[in-house]
């Protein structure tokens, strides 16, 4: 009787430690570490005239343009790319522009980012900048735009 409640007593704790070690296994292998990268990756000049483009920057959500205008004709078109290469879809929390000249003949048509941004896919956004001509004073050249695109988990 005691060999049968040996062999009993191995079959339920091989039984359990197969069951255990399961559990582990696909609690490991479904628990993905989720990556969270969201930022602007490329600022490209599509059409400028006669604008030098000026000292574009950008890092993360942060976009600055400077165009340096020559004449009241010019005009200058920015392709900005926003990419999501985490693993985690991205909603668009909010966006700030900022003219460093509200009284300037150069203004900004902005076009808006779209408010979601899945995991792995890339976004176009445009930016153009431009001379009022009905506003043009002699001498005004630049008026740089500083934008902010705050992306946060979905």
Not at 27 to 52: A, R
């Amino acid at each position: 009787m005691n060999n049968k409640k040996s062999i009993v007593v191995i079959a339920l704790l091989i039984a359990i430690l197969s069951m255990s070690f399961s559990v582990a296994t696909y609690s490991v292998s479904n628990n993905k570490v989720k990556e969270w990268d969201v930022s602007i990756t490329d600022v490209e000049v599509i059409t400028n005239g006669e604008v030098i483009e000026g000292n574009t920057k950008y890092s993360e959500g942060t976009l600055v343009l400077n165009p340096i205008f020559n004449t009241s004709l010019d005009s200058i078109i920015y392709r900005v790319i926003i990419s999501n290469n985490g693993s985690i879809d991205a909603v668009l929390k909010r966006s700030i522009y900022n003219e460093e000249d509200k009284n300037s003949s150069i203004k900004y048509r902005i076009e808006e980012p779209k408010k979601i941004i899945k995991s792995g896919e890339k976004i176009e956004i445009y930016i153009e900048a431009k001379v009022d001509r009905n506003k043009y004073k002699e001498g005004d050249k630049t008026n740089k735009l500083t934008a902010l695109y705050e992306y946060i988990q979905k």
